[in-house]
């Protein structure tokens, strides 16, 4: 029996979600049934191109369509409502990162998902990327010998917060919004959590262009075993950067990785 799915938040991340599920409800994979948004336009075009039914409540979705899971895809400081009330009422939940910009509000989730017993799947794409997952299986197997330290930058164009997100990126930073990817991916890739975690960032750009948020961010991550990994996310790229995202991972360990 299919899962049927709905979505809430159709905006410039929520309608590349409705594509791929589009796509899996073609193949026969899922119902991707409904979908909600507060923008009736943004509904009226995903139904001219998909042909889904639209709500401009996601309550109202959840009371006639019969729901089983639910991808919640609206900005990172409005994910508790949707998912509390998805919860509430059996639904299984993805949620795309973070699950919270509030550690709070991230427990009450948990816990909702807990006594409910329906799955909450934060959305951490990058440990799908097939490079990762061989980076990951070089790590296991001893290719690398032990981790002793590592870089990454996961960095936006300005435009991101400036322009797609200019309504609430002032609610987000570089380091929730695109930074978490890597923090998640480090404990993936390494198998344990840091012992010690610590962060600086800069207020400059943004601030001057009237959004009150970090430019950049950088954290360091240590680990039992004595790894360090540096983590430097930033959306403040110029607008003329050749692609959207520029992103790297680099980890030197005790041995030599030959493939």
Known sequence: ????????????????????????????????????????????????????????DYREMFDKEKLDAVAVVTPDFLHEEVVLEAARRKLHIIVQKPLSTDIGEGRHMIEAAKENRVMLYVDFHKRFDPAHIQLRNAIKSGKLGEIEYGYVCMEDKILVPSQWFKN???????????????????????????????????????????????DSLQSKFEFANGASITVDASWILPNSFSSIVNQQIRLVGTEVFRR
Do not use: C
């Not at 299919?2 to 979505?7: D, E, I, P, Q």
């Not at 991916?185 to 012992?195: A, F, T």
């Open 1 to 56: 029996m299919k899962a049927r799915v709905g979505v809430v938040g159709a905006g410039t991340y929520g309608s590349v979600l409705i594509n791929a599920y589009y796509g899996a409800h073609r193949r026969g994979e899922i119902e991707l049934a409904a979908i909600a948004d507060i923008n009736p336009d943004t509904l009226k075009a995903m139904d001219e191109k998909y042909g889904l039914k639209g709500y401009t």
């Open 168 to 214: 609430w990126a002032q609610n987000s930073s570089p380091a929730w919004f695109i930074g978490i990817h890597f923090y998640d991916l480090i404990y993936w890739l390494l198998g344990e959590k840091p012992v010690r975690v610590y962060s600086s960032g800069v207020k400059k750009k943004l601030v001057s262009m009237g959004i009150d948020t970090y």
